[in-house]
């Protein structure tokens, strides 16, 4: 078989079980619903006739399937500089830099890191839709740090579900205003578009909301300026996955991201000169969702960040325990 191509003979075991859900059960198939769409478009045939997705095959059936090249739609494909950490056969993980769309919306139709992606590599899963290709998560258009992507369908699919089940071990670093009391937190607090700004997310009471969890550890607190109330940098660690959730929950515990425009105060000499919020996903661990092997990687701040940090140093009142344990991990590797 090809990477194109597909044969299966039907067991005594799936004799009777409907087409769609049977193919779902096979490597080669990423997920039902691509089962079904593949049926419907006349990919797949049992003993050479095309069927339908409700198609109850019987022992010895010979069932083909093509699986049609990927198109994705109108995007052109665009040489962006990537910082790829990690690649192979299935997926990429990449740091992403600052002022760096993920994928085509509303006023970012070029220039993403999508388009990016098309130049990269011929080969990218589709399950996102024809503007998401290789799309697995997203990071804001300012946050910085590691994110995947990925190369085939199948990955795509089993990458999008580790995450739905919370299994990837995703974690940022963030200095935020103010002096976080607690070494330990958990912000269970659900989200929902502002009703009354639409380009803002918040914590809402809203049959549309939805649940939103983020622990944080506090690594180090810097004491208090002449134009600050004193700074706490933390790492946090998602447990979903909504649209601007670190910055929503630390701005809704008064302790918003330093240098958000959206959620901060706005205050040039309290965000030090910052445009952009003081966010970055620095770790990320899971098992590779082909081979099962594990995968850990680290990405210390960006320039621009470690700078503003450094610049605080004389003020700092001295690392937790988690500060000694995360700074260590970051100097070994």
Request: glycine fraction near 6%.
């Amino acid at each position: 078989m090809s990477d194109r191509f597909f044969e299966h003979r039907v067991t005594a075991e799936e004799s009777g079980v409907r087409l769609d859900k049977l193919l779902s059960t096979h490597d080669f198939m990423p997920s039902r619903s691509a089962a079904a769409r593949l049926i419907d478009d006349g990919f797949v045939r049992v003993d050479g006739d095309v069927v339908n997705k409700k198609h109850l095959p019987a022992e010895g059936a010979f069932i083909t399937v093509e699986m049609p090249k990927r198109d994705h739609g109108d995007l052109e494909p665009e040489h962006i500089p990537l910082d790829i950490r990690y690649e192979d056969q299935y997926m990429i993980v990449l740091s992403k830099q600052a002022d760096l769309v993920v994928h085509p919306a509303h006023g970012h139709l070029t220039g993403t890191l999508v388009h990016a992606l098309l130049a990269h590599s011929q080969e990218l899963g589709t399950m996102q839709g024809d503007d998401r290709p290789g799309i697995v998560h997203r990071l804001d258009k300012d946050t910085t740090g590691l994110m995947m992507a990925a190369k085939t369908d199948h990955a795509q699919a089993a990458l999008s579900e580790a995450i739905k089940i919370r299994s990837i071990d995703r974690r940022y670093i963030t200095l935020v205003h103010g002096y976080i009391t607690p070494d330990t937190g958990l912000i269970d607090a659900p989200i929902a578009r502002d009703p009354r700004h639409r380009l803002r997310m918040g914590v809402v009471e809203h049959p549309k909301s939805k649940q939103a969890v983020t622990t944080f550890r506090v690594l180090e607190r810097f004491m208090a300026g002449p134009h600050d109330d004193g700074y706490t940098l933390v790492e946090c660690k998602l447990y979903t996955g909504r649209t601007h959730q670190i910055r929503v929950h630390m701005a809704y515990i008064n302790h918003p991201v330093v240098g958000d425009q959206l959620y901060g105060a706005c205050k040039v000499k309290a965000d030090m000169g910052l445009e952009r919020q003081f966010l970055h996903a620095y770790r990320i661990k899971l098992d590779h969702p082909i081979t099962g092997k594990e995968i850990a990687l680290l990405d210390w701040l960006p320039e621009d960040l470690a700078t503003r940090l450094d610049s605080l140093a004389e003020s700092s009142m001295g690392r937790t325990e988690a500060g000694d344990e995360v700074f260590a991990e970051i100097a070994a590797y």
